[in-house]
């Protein structure tokens, strides 16, 4: 179950812990971590408890896979409470992406500076496993690697070519062929990973083009049917661009 894995992920890190680093245990259960002397304890419950963390005061909280929680806003009004806010106490929602849903919008708060999260991104090309050797030299087949490569380049990437290297028998071998799928299980930037994850009537690769432009939309508003015809109304808060 979801809670006996992050039990485990727990269990783990304690044990990982350098010597002079690891609390002692008290008590240990699938629900529980208790360390001795420290009035300390490690807590898990699962996103299918819509009062998980109600029941106790909170100073850091790590919801894993948040974008896939069934009941976000019942957790968040417990676990919101749960948590003071005084210095040394956090949340952290990790997710990967799944779609236009309550992770993206909370994502996009974070990043207009509307809420008091840290808008924090993650792209596969950071993890240095993500590397492949270089055979036979390399060039940029098309414009994504030319511009992933540019990407990286402005971040101070090194090893480029190996990590394209990598991508490319990563799309062929483990995505299908799919680059759509590739961008979804490993996003380079953030509209790639609500996009790529989310179901799309359009081109996502053509979406995520137009989202990079960062232009005005012409309206926002809503499609409605009237009188047996769907129209456009514009609304301030609508749905399409």
């Not at 971040?155 to 799309?171: A, Q, Y």
């Not at 071998?173 to 359009?202: L, M, V």
């Amino acid at each position: 179950t979801e809670s006996e894995r992050c039990d485990q992920m727990a269990k783990l890190f304690q044990e990982q812990l350098a010597p002079h680093l690891r609390p002692v245990e008290k008590r240990s259960n699938e629900k529980k971590l208790e360390f001795e002397g420290l009035h300390s304890q490690i807590l898990i419950d699962t996103a299918e408890n819509k009062r998980a963390g109600r029941m106790v005061t909170t100073q850091f909280v790590h919801l894993s896979e948040y974008a896939f929680f069934n009941y976000p806003e019942d957790v968040m009004l417990g676990m919101s409470q749960a948590v003071p806010s005084l210095p040394g106490t956090m949340i952290i929602k990790e997710s990967t992406a799944n779609g236009f849903n309550h992770f993206k919008t909370d994502w996009d708060a974070a990043v207009a500076n509307e809420n008091d999260y840290v808008p924090i991104f993650i792209p596969w090309y950071w993890d240095e496993g993500y590397k492949m050797p270089v055979e036979n030299g390399f060039s940029c087949v098309d414009k994504t690697e030319l511009a992933l490569s540019a990407q990286m380049a402005s971040e101070g990437i090194d090893f480029i070519e190996e990590r394209l290297t990598w991508r490319r028998w990563c799309i062929k071998n483990n995505c299908a062929g799919k680059i759509s799928s590739f961008q979804q299980e490993y996003p380079s930037t953030p509209e790639e990973a609500f996009i790529a994850s989310g179901e799309c009537a359009f081109s996502k690769e053509e979406l995520i083009k137009q989202l990079k432009l960062n232009k005005k939309p012409l309206a926002i508003g809503n499609i409605i049917k009237c009188d047996h015809a769907y129209q456009f109304r514009t609304a301030a808060d609508g749905d399409f661009l």
